[in-house]
């Protein structure tokens, strides 16, 4: 089943612990990007990537970072939580950077930090 | 002024009835649009792109009025399976990179009822 996969799904932890959230895909797709979303703020870009070893920022990119070792595999890194970083955060993935092409969204991670 | 804005809702509405949502855009330039619903608490999927001539998909139409930087949706015959939020959403260009950033409206939520 094509599909694009994140872990964990819901995570509590405490200020200034470093996190990985895992996003996966399985379309062979070459556009990778990171969200949150938060009430009344809408689904706002992190960060994107363009394809393997290439990666860029979005709109919202402080306290975040990427990689993009592996087509399939786009994590997103916080360093050191903070509290404002509490949201609900969706991986999505696309056959291109093309603004006609199909985002394809993960479940989301549910974030919380103390 | 928001790139995208959104009436938030939400939308009353009983089973069967007609309903319109409408989607404003501030970027001239912008070339593509689309509607993509949300479940409460899960990812967003794509419900239709949004063409030129406007389009429509079994109960769902959508147009575009270029002139007026505004799009709509309208829903037929409304179910209680169409309870959900809508989302617009819209393309914007980075520059020099020639990539396409999808930008995305906060949501008009829809509840239809018995």
């Known amino acids: 089943e094509a599909q694009v996969t994140q872990n964990p799904r819901y995570l509590i932890t405490v200020t200034g612990k470093k996190l990985t959230v895992t996003c996966s895909q399985n379309?062979?797709?070459?556009?990778m990007s990171w969200y949150r979303q938060d009430p009344g703020l809408g689904l706002r870009q992190i960060y994107y990537?363009?394809?393997?070893?290439?990666?860029d920022k979005g709109d919202v990119p402080e306290g975040y970072k990427v990689s993009r070792k592996e087509k399939r595999n786009f994590p997103l890194i916080l360093e050191s939580p903070s509290p404002n970083q509490t949201s609900l955060y969706f991986c999505?993935?696309?056959?291109?950077?093309?603004?006609?092409?199909?985002?394809?969204f993960g479940p989301g991670t549910r974030l919380t930090v103390l | 002024r928001k790139e995208v804005e959104q009436d938030p809702g939400p939308f009353n509405v009983p089973e069967g009835a007609t309903v319109a949502f409408n989607c404003t855009y501030s970027?001239?330039?912008?070339?593509?649009f689309f509607w993509y619903r949300q479940d409460c608490r899960k990812e967003p999927k794509l419900l239709m792109s949004?063409?030129?001539s406007g389009n429509e998909d079994g109960r769902f139409t959508a147009q575009l009025n270029r002139a007026s930087q505004y799009i709509s949706l309208l829903i037929r015959d409304s179910k209680l399976s169409d309870s959900a939020t809508y989302l617009c959403v819209v393309n914007d260009s980075k520059e020099n990179t020639g990539f396409q950033k999808l930008v995305f409206g906060t949501g008009t939520r829809l509840l239809v009822s018995p």
């Open positions: 970027n001239s330039a912008s070339q593509s």
């Open positions: 949004v063409y030129s």
């Open positions: 379309m062979n797709h070459e556009y």
């Open positions: 990537s363009m394809n393997v070893e290439v990666t």
């Open positions: 999505a993935s696309s056959g291109s950077s093309g603004s006609s092409s199909e985002q394809f």
